[in-house]
């Protein structure tokens, strides 16, 4: 069969007080909308719909390379007329109602309820709450059977105490949908077309419907405002967290982590506090990255130490390399096995050969290292000339003293020498020693000036 889904987020989120929309609001650096939507292509969805309305071209925008359709909704009048903007372009299956601003739902919670829906019954997915308040309630007859769903604001005091309360992600077949949502009324306290009617028409025309309920609450939850997106975040991340553990990874705190990706990693990997994994990591065997660095679409090969205060962008290490602390390896770093990235050094677009070293406060750009090349404190690649990038090529055994600029291009054969403080602008043969500093002088009992006394203003 079929599945259509329709993805809500019309809705304006004036409490998150932003000009963005409420739906782009980033969860684990991945918009909301971005979740459900990769939730439900999961389920082996068929065709996407958002819904859209408030910022609605911003979120068009933003979803630019999914392929999903776009409903508009320009006037926000209730979830049942958000859902009919969609109707017509359902294709005869199911149909499953989402949310953009409910980003936690678990693509498992959604295939059970899907597994429910026939034309004989509905599927409806509720949740009890300690605290039903604002909540749509799911009114039981005495068999138990779901007759109706009243919202909050229209409910009498009894029906405010039920606990049992309407997620608003339903599922039923399109047939269904296109016989109810004509018969929607607005005629409630908020003036609204309410999807949640559509419970009562199945009930009194004998569609059955099934309920199920989430493995947690935080599934179900929505955002409303920051602090509640806040609270989905450790939620998730702590989720993240919990399965690495499993997965054998030491988490020196599963508190203090945030994967906005994914992260996989070999065994016997250490994590310690404050990491940051953005985009595609993975961490093989027995590597340990330090407090607070962060990874970003990175391999780290096995053993590799990734010290303290590191941030690694596009970096792929071969293992058994040390990096930092204080390191920054940004986008085209490529380290062979053993390779030494240490303090306050910055490479970029490097590829190091291996064993090759860059121990201290360096900046290597657009170079080509042999294996155990060694450069020395303070070494520069001057590799941009104002209007184009050139290359620093140094063979293998290479010696490159400290406080060294290498005028890119140039090229520093194998088993060269470079002395302390040159700047070298001209190829540097095999086996040679280049040097481009002033030879040193020295006057012998040189006096020394001596302070002038103070004067009296
Ligand atoms: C809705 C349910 C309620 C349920 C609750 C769960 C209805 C009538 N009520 O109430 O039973 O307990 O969700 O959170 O469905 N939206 C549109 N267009 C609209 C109206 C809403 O796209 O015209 C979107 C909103 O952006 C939001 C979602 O639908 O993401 C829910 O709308 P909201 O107004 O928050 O419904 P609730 O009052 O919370
Ligand atoms: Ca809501």
Redesign the pocket.
């Known amino acids: 069969m079929a599945l259509d889904v329709v993805i ?4 304006q989120g004036t409490r998150m007080r932003s000009e963005k929309p409420k739906v782009l609001h980033a969860l684990a650096g991945k918009p909301m909308v971005r979740h459900v939507i990769d939730t439900a292509m999961e389920l082996g969805t068929h065709r996407l719909h958002v ?1 859209i ?1 408030h910022g609605g071209n911003q979120v068009r925008e933003s979803l630019a390379d999914c392929s999903v359709e776009f409903a508009l ?1 320009s006037e ?4 049942g ?2 859902v009919a903007q969609a109707k017509d372009k359902l294709a005869d299956g199911k149909v499953l109602v989402l ?3 409910v980003p936690l739902i678990r693509h498992e919670t959604l295939a059970t309820l899907l597994d429910e829906v026939n034309e004989q019954r509905m599927a409806l997915l509720t949740v009890t709450l300690d605290d039903p308040t ?3 309630r799911i009114k039981r007859d005495t068999e138990g059977r779901p007759v109706a ?1 009243v ?1 909050h604001k229209d409910a009498s005091e009894s029906e405010r105490a039920i606990t049992e ?4 992600i339903m599922a039923m077949t399109a047939t269904q949908l296109r016989r109810w949502l004509p018969q929607l009324s607005a005629e409630n306290v908020q003036g ?1 077309y ?3 009617d559509v419970i009562a028409m199945a009930a009194e025309e004998g569609t059955a419907i099934a309920t199920a309920q989430p493995a947690t609450p935080v599934e179900v939850e ?1 955002v409303n405002n920051r602090l509640q997106l806040a609270r989905l975040e450790r939620a998730y991340q702590f989720a993240q967290a919990e399965q690495l553990m499993t997965d054998g990874v030491a988490l020196a705190d599963p508190a203090r982590l945030d994967v906005r990706g994914s992260l996989r990693c070999g065994r016997d990997v250490e994590i310690d506090v404050g990491c940051i994994f953005e985009g595609e990591v993975e961490l093989a065997d027995g590597v340990r990255v330090g407090p607070y660095c962060v990874i970003r679409n990175s391999k780290i090969g096995a053993a590799s130490v990734i010290e303290a205060h590191s941030v690694l962008e596009g970096a792929i290490l071969e293992g058994k390399s040390r990096i930092g602390p204080f390191a920054r390896l940004r986008p085209g770093t490529r380290l062979a096995e053993g390779a030494r990235i240490g303090n306050f050094v910055e490479t970029k677009n490097a590829i190091l050969g291996e064993g090759a070293k860059i121990n201290h406060l360096s900046y290597v750009g657009d170079a080509r290292l042999g294996r155990e090349v060694n450069i020395g404190a303070g070494t520069i690649t001057c590799n941009y000339d104002g209007a184009n990038k050139h290359l620093t090529e140094i063979g293998n055994h290479a010696f490159i003293g400290s406080n060294t600029a290498l005028v890119a291009p140039v090229k520093v054969g194998e088993g060269a020498t470079v002395g302390a403080g040159s700047t070298i602008s001209r190829d540097v043969e095999a086996g040679a020693l280049a040097l481009t500093r002033e030879r040193q002088m020295s006057k012998q009992n040189w006096p020394r000036p001596q302070k002038t006394p103070t004067q009296e203003h």
């Open positions: 809500l987020a019309a809705g819904v309305g909704q926000q009048k209730g979830t007329h958000a949310y953009g601003d604002g909540y749509g769903i919202e309360c309407n997620t608003g609204e309410y999807l949640t929505g």
